[in-house]
């Protein structure tokens, strides 16, 4: 453990080195999409899994240390409102490194993603003379998660309330020199710090990195048995120590009587409708916020190995998430909501000639597949979702990127998959969040004002029918989203159907053993009745009975 201290350590120094390195971000301005000798800046993008992003810029930040993240802020741009397009790991990176949104490339849930050879933004640059280099997690195609998380998104729209996940609990390794908990990410950081180092350190030609973290998404919870999920807060007592117990916010839960009924359908499936204590509440907080900053301490070793090789100077790095973490706001933990803590993402972007500054403009996880191509100087295909950040960032545009499009006064994000009885549908524009869900009819929508309610505890849209229309309106412009649910539901009950008739004989003990084994095994019959009703039923998205029959148990 001494050296695993010693290595952390080693960082530090950097933060000081740094300070005094403060003009990079305004003295070498792109020429040509060039540095000052003619070399196209570098770019390494690390995407770590379920950061909230509110913790770059927001009051809660006070609660823990993250100094590698704070260095990015002060020495370039951040994004205050800056969203996944869909809040869960494969939609959500099919996204980003396809540049369309999720109905676009059909990503439903996270089984669900690209074709293995789909044209990535990396492939382009590849193309283009830079040299790519992948390291981590990837998870944008298809064919990967549990048996569990597909079949629980297929029958999302059953008549069924069952728990999915095991209950949300906070695990500490009661060790003060304990660094490297996530050890399998710290061990892919290192890949990427050695390349930098031996391989970047030594190109002719422009590179581009990516570094795929799991953290600080929860660990696997075993007792949830066959396929289980991942409810377990782990860290250290070393990284708890960078959090301030005082600090953190215990969240306001709505009475159940009061949650709209997608969010109740959400709580109970994910084991949140239980009795938890503001002690147990605090708790997974604390080791969430203590897991945050381990993964900023890994993206420390990224930009240490900038600073020491001397590339810091000409490489863009862009740090940001696949989606949030409830960490038990709104009654729920894990991600698939449009609430800010699963769906408002950390993105923040330093490099060279980029102003360091607070941006207020919504943007998404799309927009990473232009800004890429925009910094290699590459035309930006017409189809695509995003816009190109760089505008924004730019202390100056010496020259303009064929095909940059002006930017839309809104973003979207969706969400198709499990522990959600409806497609989902958010339309954020200024300080205006629109939630609209199925077939536009058989779940209310929501609206919330977040310059008056950041903590989204008060819906709206009864209140305010005329710019509820208005937004629905303007959400119609973008995404005919009836029609989409339509086209979910219909594939779900395929895939459902394809894969019982696979199983023959064994399809009522395989479907038993899964994450809701202990409600499903209470009255197997009842549940088994129940897809069978909603296969032989016309297709539609989540049913009126489904919703009523959650109505009246709230």
């Given at each position: 453990m001494g050296s695993e201290r010693g290595n952390l350590c080693s960082i530090i120094p950097i933060l000081t080195t740094l300070v005094l390195l403060s003009g990079f971000v305004s003295t070498r301005p792109l020429q040509g999409k060039q540095d000052s000798w003619g070399k196209k800046p570098n770019v390494v993008l690390v995407v770590c899994d379920s950061f909230d992003g509110r913790l770059t810029f927001d009051s809660e930040n006070e609660t823990v240390a993250l100094p590698f993240i704070s260095l990015m802020r002060r020495h370039g741009s951040l994004f205050l409102n800056a969203y996944t397009n869909s809040p869960i790991c494969c939609p959500s990176r099919a996204a980003m490194w396809s540049g369309l949104f999720t109905h676009l490339t059909e990503s439903w849930n996270n089984f669900k993603g690209l074709d293995p050879n789909y044209t990535t933004w990396m492939d382009l640059m590849?193309?283009?003379?830079?040299?790519?280099?992948?390291?981590?997690?990837?998870?944008?195609?298809?064919?990967?998660?549990?048996?569990?998380?597909?079949?629980?998104?297929?029958?999302?729209?059953?008549?069924?309330?069952?728990?999915?996940?095991?209950?949300?609990?906070?695990?500490?390794?009661?060790?003060?020199?304990?660094?490297?908990?996530?050890?399998?990410?710290?061990?892919?950081?290192?890949?990427?710090?050695?390349?930098?180092?031996?391989?970047?350190?030594?190109?002719?030609?422009?590179?581009?990195?990516?570094?795929?973290?799991?953290?600080?998404?929860?660990?696997?919870?075993?007792?949830s048995g066959e396929d289980y999920g991942a409810s377990t807060f782990l860290t250290s007592t070393y990284w708890l120590h960078r959090v301030k117990y005082e600090a953190i916010k215990i969240p306001k839960w709505s009475p159940f009587s009061e949650m709209h009924p997608v969010d109740y359908y959400s709580s109970f499936t994910k084991n949140c409708t239980g009795t938890f204590t503001e002690k147990e509440i605090r708790s997974i907080r604390a080791h969430y916020y203590a897991m945050c900053a381990e993964t900023d301490a890994m993206l420390g070793e990224i930009i240490s190995a900038l600073n020491e090789t001397r590339l810091l100077q000409n490489t863009h790095v862009i740090f940001t998430a696949d989606h949030g973490e409830l960490a038990m706001e709104h009654r729920q933990f894990y991600k698939m909501s449009m609430y800010e803590a699963s769906s408002h993402v950390p993105l923040l972007l330093m490099g060279p000639n980029v102003k360091p500054q607070f941006i207020s403009s919504v943007v998404s996880l799309v927009d990473i597949y232009p800004t890429m191509l925009d910094i290699a100087g590459i035309p930006i295909p017409k189809n695509l979702s995003g816009f190109s950040l760089m505008p924004l960032v730019m202390e100056k545009t010496v020259d303009k990127v064929p095909s940059r499009a002006e930017r839309s006064p809104w973003v979207l994000s969706e969400y198709h998959g499990c522990d959600v009885n409806s497609s989902t549908y958010m339309l954020r524009t200024d300080n205006w969040k629109y939630i609209a869900y199925g077939d536009g009819h058989s779940v209310f929508p929501q609206l919330f004002d977040l310059s008056a309610d950041p903590d989204e505890l008060t819906d709206i849209a009864a209140k305010f029918p005329a710019i509820t229309q208005s937004l629905n309106k303007m959400l119609f412009s973008v995404i005919d989203y009836p029609t989409v649910s339509a086209s979910v539901e219909q594939y779900n009950k395929q895939q459902f159907i394809n894969w019982k008739q696979s199983l023959g004989q064994n399809y009522s003990d395989i479907i038993a053993n899964l994450r809701w084994h202990e409600d499903w095994k209470k009255n197997p019959k009842k549940y088994e009745h129940a897809i069978d009703r909603w296969i032989k039923s016309s297709s539609g998205e989540t049913s009126i009975e489904s919703q009523d029959r959650i109505s009246q148990i709230i």
């Open positions: 590849d193309k283009q003379g830079y040299y790519t280099q992948k390291f981590g997690k990837l998870d944008y195609t298809s064919g990967h998660h549990s048996l569990s998380n597909r079949v629980e998104a297929w029958t999302r729209t059953v008549d069924l309330l069952l728990k999915q996940e095991g209950r949300p609990v906070a695990k500490l390794i009661n060790n003060k020199t304990h660094v490297r908990v996530m050890e399998k990410d710290w061990a892919t950081t290192d890949e990427a710090a050695t390349w930098i180092k031996n391989k970047g350190l030594n190109l002719t030609q422009p590179f581009v990195l990516y570094l795929g973290l799991n953290l600080p998404h929860p660990y696997p919870s075993p007792s």
